[in-house]
Structure formats: structure tokens, C-alpha cells
């Protein structure tokens, strides 16, 4: 192609293009600036709130303490009457039981067991006015033999139609008789254990071969119990209904008969105490070793829920001192790190007139005087103080009477509650 025909050929081209207005163009332009620019104004805006809001919020934090952390508004909630605890022993808080000689003047926990548990003169027949819920078990003597008194939730006193024999030490009750459903109750014989349905009035005595039994615990289940004496133990299969002979099995012993416990057990010394679980297929396994300092252990060891309750002497206490005994201390403990520990000392009374050289106080609380009864709910135990039922209550710390005890020997059972 020739150069001059270049010309006329971009001419051809240039004609067939729609020709540009210059207003709409220009219109065009200023539309995309104006939008840029309210972009970059809310931007602005937006950046200059959030710098305000983070400028509150240091100033807030940096007047709040040198910390940095905003304290709580509120102080933090206690149930009623809650009483702050004495110290810590071993970790673990403890409270100080009021002393002894005071029980009569605590505040008192309302219950079937009344003011004052005695044995009563003329109870009716269990036959004619069955129980479906046993409050309470006492012995009446007669004889050299022990007849059974069953308490109700409405405060009525039944007898059973039984004869028991005394045991090695002395009445056969044990503190954990009464079962979970509070219709069964179990008392320790020479050579067995006896069985009574307090709903239907029916007995069954159930052999085990050893001579010496002293103490017995149910499992949750109702239907099965463990009966125990100095050196043995048995798990014993419980139906009243068969006529044929219940399951027997040898289970791990101990010394102390009263170790014996399910679900859980607190045992062992100090340095080696030991929380275990009892299960119908697996025995006692151990599911916690609390640092408690324990000379012996006193009495069943008793649990609700995941938490177990015992009592133990202790050796030297520096935070609580004594002149003429050593604490006693109510351990309730659980397995699970989210439930922590509480501890109850129970101390002396010091001397009310001090005189010169003397260093025996007025009240002194012997090992063997005080031991766990039970549960009254989730969160209450139930002690016996010498001739005293208590109850202290884990969430406020505060000691409760229950009743005051004429009777040798009592059994709580799930009842109380009315």
C-alpha cells in the first residue's frame, strides 16, 4: 500500500464512530470523584469511632488499677448465714465446731427425731402400721436381747416382732442399717446379718461364715450389703421374696470393721490415705488419696452424691492446738477437683475459770465419741458429738442440734426428711 493512501483509509474508519458528547463525559467523571470522595469520608468517620471507643476503653482500664482488669461490681454471694472458715489444714478449709457443752443452745434443725430421742414406752406393732420410710432405728433391751424401734417421718414408734443377740460390741446396730430406699434395715448378728422389710413387716436372716460381725453397709442399689467384722468382709445378695439362699462373697477386709463402706471409702494413715470406690464387679478401687492428717479413722464413712464423709483423729494439729486430747475432724471429701474438700475440728473447751498450773480443760471429746452418722441432704452431715445428734452444713459452715440422744445407739436413715 502506498503511503499517501494511509490518510484517506483512517478518515474511512474514523466515520463510521459514534461521536463522544463532552458534557456526558464530563458529568461521568465528577460522578465517580463525588462517590470517591463520600467513600473516603464514612472511612473516616468510621476510623475516627473506633479510635474514640478504644481510647475509652484504655482510659477505663488504666483507671481501674494497675492490674488492668476491671474489678467486679459485686462482692461475692454466700448462702445465708454463711461463717467464713477457721483456717486450712493440709490445703483444705476447716471450721471449728462449737465447743463442747454448747450443743443445747444452737439453732436446731427441725426433724422427726424431736427435741429429744428416747425410747419409747408403748410403740405399736410394725405389723399393724408398716413403714415405707424409716426415719430412725433404737434398741430396747430386754433380757439380754434387743428388740428393733423404728421411727416414722410423722413421729410414730413401731416395734418389730424380732428378737436380735448382742454382738461383741454389745447392741447390734450399725450406723449404716438403714438402706438408701429406707425400707430395709440390716442389724449385724453372730455368724449373719437379720433383714427387715419395715413395708410388709417380712424378716429373713441370711448365714455368713464368720462369728465376729459388727458393722453393715448398703450399697446404692438397696440389694446388696456388706457385712463386716475384724478381718472379714462380705458382700451379701438381699431378697426377702426367694426362698433360695442369697450370694455370699468374701470381699477385701480390714482391721477395722467399720471400713467396710459403699460406695466410697475413706481409709488408711497418714501419708497414705486413700478415697475408694466400691462397685458389685470391680470391689474397692482407689479414686483419690486426699493429703489428710490422720492418726485412725472412727466410724462408717458415709456418702451422697460424689461426696464422702468420715471421721478421723488426727495427729498434731498446729492450727488447732489441745492441752488434754487430740482433734477429732469430720473429712467430707470428693473425688472430683471440682468439688473441693471440707474439714470440721472438733476441739476442747477451755477451762472456764483458768487456775494457776492447771491445763486440763472442762470439756474433752475422747476418740470413739464422735463418729458420722450420715446425710440429712446433699449438702448436711450428720454427726453424733457424745450424747448429741448435729448437723453441719457444708455450705455455710454452720452447726445445727439435731436432737439430744437417752438411747445407747441410733441409726439415721432417709426418713428425717419427713
Known amino acids: 500500500m502506498r503511503r499517501e493512501g494511509v490518510p484517506i483509509l483512517l478518515d474511512q ?19 465517580v470523584i463525588r462517590r470517591r ?44 448465714g454463711y461463717l467464713p472458715p477457721t483456717g486450712q489444714i493440709a490445703g483444705i478449709d476447716f471450721w471449728t465446731a462449737p465447743p463442747a457443752g454448747s450443743e443445747r443452745f444452737l439453732d436446731r434443725m427441725d426433724t422427726p427425731l424431736g427435741d429429744l430421742l428416747r425410747t419409747p414406752e408403748d410403740p405399736d406393732e410394725l405389723r399393724d402400721n408398716p413403714v415405707d420410710q424409716v426415719a430412725a432405728v433404737v434398741l430396747a433391751e430386754l ?45 449385724p448378728q453372730p455368724g449373719g446379718v437379720v433383714v427387715i422389710d419395715a413395708s410388709t413387716d417380712s424378716t429373713k436372716e441370711i448365714p455368713v461364715p464368720a462369728a465376729d460381725l459388727r458393722s453393715v453397709s448398703w450399697l446404692p442399689n ?31 477386709a480390714s482391721n477395722n470393721a467399720e471400713a467396710a463402706t459403699a460406695p466410697y471409702r475413706l481409709d488408711g494413715p497418714q501419708g497414705r490415705v486413700v478415697m475408694m470406690q466400691y462397685t458389685r464387679s470391680d470391689g474397692w478401687y482407689p479414686v483419690g488419696s486426699p493429703r489428710l492428717p490422720v492418726d485412725s479413722w472412727v466410724g462408717q464413712t458415709f456418702a451422697v452424691g460424689n461426696m464422702a464423709a468420715r471421721l478421723f483423729v488426727a495427729t498434731q494439729l498446729p492450727q488447732v ?33 483458768p487456775t494457776p498450773g492447771r491445763t486440763t480443760p472442762d470439756e474433752v471429746r475422747e476418740p470413739g465419741c464422735c463418729f458420722v452418722l450420715g446425710w440429712y441432704d ?28 437417752e438411747v445407747g445407739a441410733v441409726a439415721l436413715g432417709p426418713g428425717l426428711r419427713g
Open 13 to 31: 474508519a474514523s466515520d463510521r464512530l459514534p461521536e463522544p458528547d463532552l458534557a456526558d463525559v464530563a458529568w461521568a467523571g465528577g460522578v
Open 378 to 405: 446433699d449438702r448436711t452431715v450428720l454427726l453424733q458429738v457424745k450424747d448429741w445428734v448435729l448437723g453441719w452444713d457444708l455450705g455455710t459452715g454452720r452447726v445445727r442440734r439435731v436432737t439430744e440422744l
Open 37 to 80: 470522595q463520600r467513600r473516603s469520608t464514612v472511612a473516616g468517620i468510621v476510623v475516627v469511632l473506633v479510635i474514640a471507643v478504644v481510647v475509652a476503653v484504655l482510659i477505663a482500664l488504666g483507671g481501674s488499677g494497675r492490674s488492668g482488669i476491671a474489678p467486679p461490681t459485686t462482692a461475692p454471694t454466700h448462702p445465708p
Open 143 to 187: 433380757n439380754g436381747s434387743y428388740t428393733p424401734l423404728l421411727l416414722a417421718p410423722n413421729t410414730d414408734w413401731v416395734r418389730a416382732n424380732l428378737r436380735l443377740r448382742p454382738i461383741a460390741t454389745g447392741q447390734p446396730l450399725s450406723s449404716g442399717s438403714i438402706a438408701p430406699n429406707g425400707r430395709l434395715v440390716a442389724f
Open 321 to 353: 492446738p489441745t492441752a488434754a486430747s487430740r482433734p477429732q475432724v469430720v473429712a467430707a471429701i470428693s473425688p472430683q477437683q471440682t468439688s473441693p474438700g471440707r474439714l470440721l475440728v472438733l476441739g476442747e473447751t477451755p477451762a472456764a475459770t
Open 222 to 252: 438397696s440389694r446388696n450389703l456388706l457385712v463386716s467384722g475384724p478381718g472379714s468382709a462380705y458382700r451379701v445378695e438381699v431378697d426377702l421374696q426367694s426362698r433360695e439362699n442369697p450370694e455370699v462373697v468374701a470381699v477385701a
